[in-house]
Every structure is written in C-alpha cells, then in structure tokens.
C-alpha cells in the first residue's frame, strides 16, 4: 500500500476564475499564492493548507439543490463562529444549514452555504477532537 503523509491541496470547479477568487480571497479571507496566466488555476492558502480554483470546462453540480453532502469545510476559532456567520449575511450569502454536532468526527458548531458556483462550502468550529 501508498503510505500517504498528508494532502497537498484539493481543486474547486469554477466557472470563472475571477469572480471565485475574488469570493475566496475577499469573503472567505484565503490568501493568494499564485495564479499563473493561462494555467486555468489559481493557488490559494489558509492556514497551512492549500486550495486550488480550477475552472471547470463542464457543468458544475456536486449536489442536487440545496444539499450539502458534496462540500468542502474550513475551521475558524470558535470565537469567531458567530461574526463570520453574520458577515457572510453581509455580504448576501445565505446559509443553507447549520448545526451544532455533539457526536460524530467532526464535533461542534457548523453551517454550510454555496460558493458563486453553487458548490457547497462549510464553516466549522472543529479543532481536531474527536469526543
């Protein structure tokens, strides 16, 4: 077997580049370390790990409606929870479903909303404990 150490990054389908990164940057507060002209990508940071927007040369659908089992989860201090739910209103993005799970891998509080492109996207205040 592969004895893998870790993940490098994961890819994000986008339809336009800009407008994701602009999202990604300026909403969720990623940090930019790269978008190479002509490469369809653009390499984004949080934390010490890596995000690639890829634009996407097919439909984009992870999910039917408004569920939120295909997604990608970011944490945030759970101090901070609250305001980043409220800015996220701030700036027009609704929340599709939010929970406070007591059991389970990723325990705590966590609510799920689309990205331009309707792929879902998390907040959660989990910091690596299992209960």
């Known amino acids: ?19 994701s990164r602009e999202f990604y940057t300026q909403v969720l ?28 040369k097919t439909p984009i659908a992870p999910n039917v409606a408004d569920e939120t089992l295909v997604h990608h989860a970011f944490m945030v201090d759970p101090e901070h929870y609250d305001e980043a739910k409220a800015f996220l209103g701030d700036c027009g993005v609704g929340i599709l479903f939010e929970e406070d799970r007591k059991q389970g891998v990723f325990v705590g509080r966590q609510f799920y909303f689309h990205d331009p492109d309707h792929n879902v996207l998390e907040i959660s205040e989990w910091h690596g404990k299992r209960v």
Do not use: N
Not at 10 to 18: E, G, H, K, Q
Not at 37 to 54: A, E, I, K, N, Q
């Open 1 to 19: 077997m592969i004895e893998t150490k870790g993940v490098v990054h994961f890819s994000i389908p986008v339809s336009d580049l800009v407008r």
């Open 29 to 56: 507060g990623l940090q930019l370390v790269a978008a190479p002209p002509g490469s369809g990508m653009v390499f984004l940071r949080t934390g010490s790990d890596y995000v690639v927007l890829c634009a996407s």
